[in-house]
């Protein structure tokens, strides 16, 4: 079980081009988007349900997350200047700020034991329907990550948090 790679739930796509969830990805939306920190001990997969993919559920409970009260917070912090944006080649991307914690990180902790994150979750924390919190899109932060008394930032890779070529 470990982390292996980023992608976008698929279930989010389906439920989003169907408008069975109206998600509202620009800047301007009134949608939130948070976004959350695991453990290495899950096996992230696109191929989930709406269900399965939502905030504090199956393999995203928060017993797998990493927070701190504070500092990063459970449930995940908010994903800040989302933006849609089309930077050619029949690519559309989506992006946000990176996300930081605050600067009193003392270190990563998972149900009380120190630890690393491996990735990330990104949920629309607005929508209720067809899922409450259903998840958009998870990355693999290429390692473990760990801070002792400082801040953490999730530096978004320049191709956004997820692309779609057309």
Not at 19 to 39: C, E, H, M, R, W
Not at 109 to 130: H, Q, W
Not at 134 to 150: D, E, I
Not at 152 to 158: C, E, P, Q, R, Y
């Amino acid at each position: 079980m470990a982390w292996t790679d980023s992608r976008v739930f698929q279930q989010f796509i389906a439920d989003a081009v169907s408008q069975t969830a109206l998600f509202d990805l620009s800047g301007t939306g009134v949608n939130a988007f948070k976004t959350s920190l695991f453990t290495n001990s899950i096996t992230p997969d696109r191929t989930v349900s709406a269900a399965n993919s939502a905030s504090n559920v199956d393999q995203w409970a928060t017993a797998q997350e990493i927070w701190q009260t504070g500092q990063w917070a459970q449930f995940g912090v908010a994903l800040a200047n989302r933006a849609i944006t089309l930077p050619g080649g029949g690519v559309v991307m989506f992006d946000g700020d990176d996300t930081a914690s605050g600067t009193g990180f003392s270190t990563l902790v998972n149900n009380g034991s120190a630890g690393s994150a491996f990735g990330t979750m990104t949920y629309d924390d607005t929508l209720t329907t067809p899922v409450a919190d259903q998840g958009v899109c998870f990355n693999y932060l290429g390692g473990g990550a760990s801070v002792v008394g400082g801040q953490l930032t999730v530096v978004w890779h320049t191709n956004g948090l997820f692309r779609i070529t057309a």
